[in-house]
Every structure is written in C-alpha cells, then in structure tokens.
C-alpha cells in the first residue's frame, strides 16, 4: 500500500495522508503507541504499517498492547477525508489493507 504525505500543520499537529490501497481493496488502521524506532522497509502485499509523525511508512512488529489492524478495525475510507485525504493528529498508525472482493489470491 502507499501512503504519502499532502500536508502537516506543525501548529496543530494534524497531518493529512494519501493512503493507496495495493493488492486490495479496503484499508484498516488501528492506533499504535509509538514505542521504539522504526526501520524502513519496502511495502509488499500482506505488509503491516504505521506512520510516525505522518507520511514515512515503517514497518515493525506489533509492540505489547498494540492491536494488529483486522477487519473489525475502522476503515480508512470511512474516516475523516478518506484515501485522497485521511487526517490524524496520532502519531503512529498501523495500516494493513484487505482484499474483501477475494481478488488477490
């Protein structure tokens, strides 16, 4: 999946994101806590993300007490601004995108 980052207001802290699905079709988040530094890796299928302070995807394992993005979890299509302008303020989220329509096998 992609994302990119449109903007930051350093005021506020709110960023805003263009997430891109790849090899699916519905993209869930979970809010995650932050800790620890985080390597960069290449996104490839099936990969879990999150984006400390906005726009630079890194990809880490889930820390104790943070939950894994499943398909319970919100939908960036129904968050505020969507996939073309998905806003937070949190500093770190965990992406993983879903193929619902059974596409990619």
Same mark, same amino acid.
């Given at each position: 999946?992609?994302?990119?980052?449109?903007?930051?207001?350093?005021?506020?802290?709110?960023?805003?994101?263009?997430?891109?699905?790849?090899?699916?079709?519905?993209?869930?988040?979970?809010?995650?806590? *932050?800790?620890? #530094?985080? !390597?960069? /890796?290449?996104?490839?299928?099936?990969? $879990?993300?999150?984006?400390?302070?906005?726009?630079?995807?890194?990809?880490?394992?889930?820390?104790?007490?943070?939950?894994?993005?499943?398909?319970?979890?919100?939908?960036? *299509?129904?968050? #505020?601004? !969507?996939? /073309?302008?998905?806003?937070?303020?949190? $500093?770190?989220?965990?992406?993983?995108?879903?193929?619902?329509?059974?596409?990619?096998?």
């Amino acid at each position: 999946m992609g994302i990119k980052e449109i903007s930051r207001d350093e005021n506020t802290g709110e960023v805003i994101q263009k997430i891109s699905p790849t090899n699916g079709n519905d993209v869930k988040y979970e809010i995650a806590d *932050g800790r620890g #530094l985080c !390597g960069w /890796k290449r996104s490839r299928p099936g990969s $879990l993300f999150h984006t400390r302070g906005g726009g630079f995807p890194h990809e880490r394992p889930v820390q104790e007490g943070e939950r894994e993005p499943s398909s319970a979890s919100s939908s960036v *299509g129904n968050a #505020l601004g !969507g996939y /073309k302008a998905f806003k937070t303020k949190d $500093l770190c989220l965990r992406f993983k995108c879903f193929d619902t329509e059974d596409k990619n096998n």
